[in-house]
């Protein structure tokens, strides 16, 4: 079973930064595709940034130019940095790891809050 430990989420102001972390039980150096999603009360979850095997990288229109995903592979662990953070980038956040076209698994999720 694959488990993911998500950290770096909490409260901070408009402008500011966060950066989380992922880190995977397994090793990530060939896996399918890892990213990070985001969801909030009553909608779906939705893309934020992932990383597909091939190493392209791909964002939601919403946070391009703000939020940049990367990887560390040695330590089986991929981040988000979020920079110029907006209110409406409140919601929690959750890490994906598809180590193939046919399994998903997710972390626990966490908050990030964006509040005056």
């Known amino acids: 079973q694959v488990q993911l430990v998500e950290s770096g ?3 901070v102001q408009p402008g500011g930064s966060l950066r989380l972390s ?4 397994v090793n990530i150096f060939n896996v399918y595709i890892m990213g990070w999603y985001r969801q909030t009360p009553g909608n779906e979850r939705e893309l934020v940034a992932g990383i597909v095997v ?6 939601a229109d919403s946070v391009k130019g703000r939020f940049t995903i990367s ?3 040695p330590k089986n662990t991929i981040y988000l940095q979020m920079n110029n953070l907006k ?3 409140t919601a929690v956040y959750y890490c994906r790891l598809s ?3 046919l399994r998903t698994y997710w972390g626990q999720g966490t908050q990030v809050t964006v509040s005056s």
């Open 99 to 101: 180590p193939d076209n």
């Open 87 to 89: 209110p409406e980038d």
């Open 71 to 73: 990887r560390d592979t």
């Open 54 to 59: 091939g190493r392209n990288t791909n964002y």
């Open 22 to 25: 992922c880190t995977a039980s």
């Open 9 to 11: 989420g909490g409260l």
